[in-house]
């Protein structure tokens, strides 16, 4: 049975930094699409960043695309989001999301929660002004 795992949420403060990690039982993320997602109370889920581990190709969401970095650690077979200069509107809970069936082709297609094969519980990110 496959599961993914977020850890490192916290609170913080506008400015600072946090790193976010995403795990993997029963299959390993190293050919995974792994992508993050948020999600603020009163708000849809909001694409935030994805990494295509085959290629290692990176996308991100608007918003993020200048302070957040993800990327992969194949010796912990995690994916990390490193998060900097938060500020208070990036207070959300964080998914990570895997798919280990190939990416689709559509850069567009990245972006949409619905082709994730497997979801994590959440981490909750908050900052505070």
């Known amino acids: 049975q496959v599961q993914v795992v977020e850890s490192g949420g916290g609170l913080v403060q506008a400015g600072d930094s946090l790193k976010l990690s995403c795990t993997s039982s029963?299959?390993?993320?190293?050919?995974?699409?792994v992508g993050w997602f948020r999600q603020a109370p009163g708000k849809e889920r909001e694409f935030v960043a994805v990494i295509t581990r085959s290629t290692g190709g990176t996308f991100y969401g608007d918003g993020v695309n200048d302070r957040f970095i993800i990327s992969g650690d194949n010796a912990k077979n995690t994916v990390n989001l490193q998060m900097n200069n938060l500020k208070p509107e990036d207070t959300a809970i964080y998914y990570c999301?895997?798919?280990?069936?190939?990416?689709?082709?559509?850069?567009?297609?990245?972006?949409?929660?619905?082709?994730?094969?497997?979801w994590g519980q959440g981490t909750q990110v908050t900052v505070s002004s």
């Open positions: 999301a895997a798919r280990f069936s190939s990416m689709p082709y559509n850069v567009g297609d990245l972006f949409n929660p619905e082709i994730y094969e497997y």
């Open positions: 029963g299959r390993t993320l190293l050919n995974a699409g």
